[in-house]
């Protein structure tokens, strides 16, 4: 599902979680700033849910 998102953006969503924001808080942020429907928001919320795992599994 990551896949969907821009490199950038994932590296942006890299960054906030290893800042301490929850993939909850990373997708809202998103959705404020950017004015984004309910299912981009997921989208984002997913895929940091997915990179959080990631770095979960490899610290």
Excluded: C
Excluded at 3 to 19: G, T, V
Aim: glycine fraction near 4%; avoid cysteine; charged fraction near 30%.
């Amino acid at each position: 599902m990551s896949a969907q998102l821009p490199p950038e953006q994932l590296d942006d969503i890299r960054s906030r979680l290893k800042a301490g924001m929850t993939p909850n808080d990373i997708a809202n942020f998103y959705g404020r700033v950017a004015d984004l429907d309910l299912i981009e928001v997921e989208r984002i919320r997913t895929a940091a849910n997915e990179l959080e795992q990631e770095q979960e599994e490899n610290p």
